[in-house]
């Protein structure tokens, strides 16, 4: 059964393969998408954007700007419920729904992974593809037992700041905790900006693509090592102070305030350090007490504990906002202190 996903402010569509999402609602298919422009279209993301020209009014009177335009949403233009994406300049290059993804086809049809989702966020501003890495290269266990399933998360937005982006996006499979992975400072494995030479870049990603799935051999042993970290003494106090610093007092904050914004930081420690002994999975054998438990206390107070008034606000923080630069503020001080021991 199909579902319009309509989530408080904004709308966004959604399809998915397999087992229905934590949300429920959606549209099923009963095969993964052999192409990006047939996920996109199940999805119901097959619309475009296209760019209008912006005016200025002053005493009755209109002027163009004509170095700015609006992005805005083709099939609802003279709607009063259109929305407007963003303002960019003259070099921007629209990139359509069902052409932003097409790089991936090469890597999809080789068989080495299939497309599993593909969303909207807010009212279309961002759009995602989730495709999951098949076969026996597919996962990895944590110590034999613990399953990672391997991921790769493809957006692309309309708003004029963010480019077309592929980042690793290791799920793992016991607390479905969304792990947010970087090769390095940067999160993105690699951005395409809408610039003149967007389209040309995009034929050669592509082959980038099937360069970094080998990284997930690093990732593998990264996890591994932190799953063989003991976290005696106080370090679980260490690391949860370095995801969960003590807030500064802010200039013209009040005391009431500041005292709340401290309180707030310690009641969230405590969870952290709570999931890092009671989460789901890290009691095993073999993970309890580990450095691989406490990031996982942290992933699943993130993924799973933390409060949203809709899904699209929930997926919007895991995957692209604070949630997910929290989770990887998580895995840097992970490294951290690993490194230094």
């Known amino acids: 059964m199909a ?13 998915y393969v397999g087992d229905v999402p934590w ?14 422009q047939e996920a996109i279209t199940a999805a119901h993301l097959d619309w475009e954007v296209e760019l209008k020209p912006i005016y200025a009014g002053e005493k009755g ?97 309309h708003d004029g700041r963010t480019a077309v982006q592929v980042r690793f996006t290791p799920v793992r499979v016991v607390c479905q905790n969304t792990l947010s992975i970087a090769l390095g400072e940067d999160r993105d494995l690699f951005k395409i ?35 063989a970290f003991e976290m005696t003494g106080n370090r679980i106090a260490r690391y949860v102070i370095g995801v969960f610093p003590t807030p500064t007092r802010k200039k013209g904050q009040s005391d009431r305030s500041f ?11 405590h969870d952290a350090i709570r999931l890092f002994e009671e989460g789901k999975g890290n009691a095993e054998p073999g993970i ?17 504990h933390s409060r949203f008034t809709t899904p699209w606000q929930r997926m919007n923080s895991i995957c692209f906002g604070e949630g997910e630069r929290l989770k990887h503020r998580a895995l840097e001080q992970a490294s951290v202190l690993f490194s230094a021991n």
């Open 3 to 15: 579902h319009e996903l309509n989530f408080e402010n904004g709308e966004a569509s959604l399809m």
């Open 193 to 227: 900006y809408h610039a003149p030479q967007m389209h040309l870049r995009l034929e050669h990603a592509q082959d980038r693509v099937k360069e970094i799935l080998g990284y997930y051999d690093d990732i593998e042993k990264r996890f591994q090592d932190f799953a």
């Open 61 to 157: 009177m209109f002027y163009n700007v004509p170095s700015r335009q609006a992005v805005v949403r083709a099939d609802k233009w003279g709607q009063e419920d259109c929305p407007v994406y963003g303002l960019v300049g003259p070099g921007y290059v629209p990139l359509q729904n069902r052409d932003a993804f097409t790089f991936f086809d090469p890597v999809v049809g080789s068989g080495a992974v299939s497309y599993e989702t593909a969303g909207s966020l807010g009212k279309g501003e961002r759009v995602w593809v989730l495709a999951r890495v098949k076969g026996s290269n597919g996962e990895f266990a944590i110590k034999g037992k613990d399953v990672v399933q391997k991921y790769l998360l493809l957006s692309n937005g």
């Open 23 to 36: 949300h429920g609602l959606g549209t099923r298919l009963e095969a993964a998408p052999g192409t990006a």
């Open 259 to 269: 005292e709340e914004a401290k309180a707030k930081v310690s009641t969230t420690r």
């Open 288 to 304: 309890r007490g580990t450095l691989w438990a406490a990031y996982n206390g942290v992933t699943e107070l993130v993924d799973h």
